[in-house]
């Protein structure tokens, strides 16, 4: 009598503890890198316009404050 009842929930919580796991660890991380990549390629295409305005010295310094903070 149990089995009709237990039998179908166990196995859906099989399965949603393994998509779960999946998205977490998988799914989860590579979103979050393309939205860090995008960020990055986006970013720089306004930064080389900024340096395009700068001497080259002015672009030298930049830098050289840039890595100080990393």
Do not use: C, H
């Amino acid at each position: 009598d149990n089995v009709v009842f237990w039998g179908p929930l166990a196995w859906t919580v099989i399965y949603g503890l393994l998509i779960a796991t999946f998205l977490t660890l998988i799914v989860v991380p590579i979103l979050f890198y393309l939205s860090v990549r995008l960020k990055m390629w986006m970013n720089k295409d306004r930064v080389a316009r900024t340096t395009e305005q700068l001497q080259p010295q002015e672009v030298f310094n930049m830098d050289k404050r840039i890595e100080e903070q990393f």
